[in-house]
């Protein structure tokens, strides 16, 4: 589920982040030239714990890549920190806490993990001194993007959101429940979480992952943050694969009808969560 995103949808996306594309450019508070176009790796102390976080590009446009469940960036956004235009964009990919090299502490998913990832990103990039910025957020990062955006709306410019939902039905909770055993899953989606976690750590996450998702189911209309949705002020751009068996169809309709001025492209196929 957290492997790399198939060609076809990376080439999609691309052309999507000329949505992010600034009319208004958002300036950053220590000098381009610092950055190059090479990409660093490094931990700062962000709300009790060290997040690592990876930076790219030198452009005026700050934008922040949000991993899926057990993600990080150097699995969920490998090519975008590549290849995504390093004069135009000045690029972070962060671990959220417990995931990747954000670690210790271990993953948990309390009540309230996903506004808690979510002012997690907020004063990441705070801390690195960027003024405002963009967030491209995949599965759970979109959902904490769209937290993030109603919770924090003078500090978010734009947003590109794919593979998230703002509530949990009985029919997410049966997919939930098939994706518990990791050893079920592709060699293709399973081998990178392997490398990054080790088996254990991996799979034991996988099952707290899906008891902390499910959770909501147990709250009226299995809310999530849809509450939230009507307060998100920013640009935003909904992304779905037609060919998604983790997230059905309905979620990104729901989000593109209470997030005001929200825009969704053609259809297209799939994404990574098609590998499982």
């Known amino acids: 589920m957290a492997a790399a995103l198939n060609s076809q949808v990376l080439r999609r996306l691309r052309i999507l ?9 958002v300036s950053r508070a220590r000098p381009a030239a610092a950055f190059g176009t090479s990409v660093t790796s490094a931990k700062v102390a962000v709300n009790g714990v060290h997040l690592h976080y ?19 960036g150097e ?26 090299h954000s670690r210790p502490p271990d993953r948990d998913f309390p009540a309230d993990f996903f506004e808690r990832d979510a002012k997690d990103a907020v004063d990441l990039m705070k801390t690195l001194k960027f003024q405002k910025v963009s967030l491209l957020g995949w599965s759970d990062g979109g959902i904490t993007s769209l937290i993030a955006a109603a919770k924090y709306p003078s500090y978010i410019n734009k947003m590109v959101i ?14 939930y429940q098939g994706i518990r055993d990791v050893s079920k899953w592709s060699e293709k ?27 909501f189911k147990h709250l009226p209309d299995g809310n999530i943050c849809g509450h939230l949705l ?24 729901f989000i593109h009808k209470h997030v005001r001025g929200s825009r969704v492209p053609g259809k297209h196929k799939g994404t990574r969560s098609q590998d499982l």
């Not at 982040?17 to 450019?25: C, E, V, W």
């Not at 990876?54 to 993600?71: I, R, W």
């Not at 254990?200 to 996450?205: H, P, V, W």
Request: charged content about 20%; aromatic content about 10%.
């Open 230 to 253: 009507p307060l998100v002020q920013c640009p935003t751009l909904i992304v779905h694969g037609e060919k998604d068996p983790l997230v059905p169809r309905f979620h990104a309709d």
């Open 17 to 25: 982040l000329s949505a992010l594309k600034p009319g208004n450019q």
């Open 54 to 72: 990876q930076q790219t590009g030198e452009g005026e446009h700050a934008v922040l890549l949000l991993p899926g469940m057990l993600g990080s």
């Open 189 to 215: 989606t399973r081998k990178p979480l392997e490398t990054l976690y080790g088996y254990d750590y991996f799979a034991k996450t996988c099952e707290k992952w899906v008891d902390g998702i499910n959770q």
């Open 75 to 100: 699995t969920d956004f490998g090519p975008q920190i590549q290849n995504l235009n390093k004069k135009l964009f000045t690029v972070v990919a962060w671990d959220p806490r417990g995931y990747g």
């Open 162 to 175: 794919w593979g998230a939902n703002a509530y949990v039905t009985d029919e997410d909770e049966k997919i």
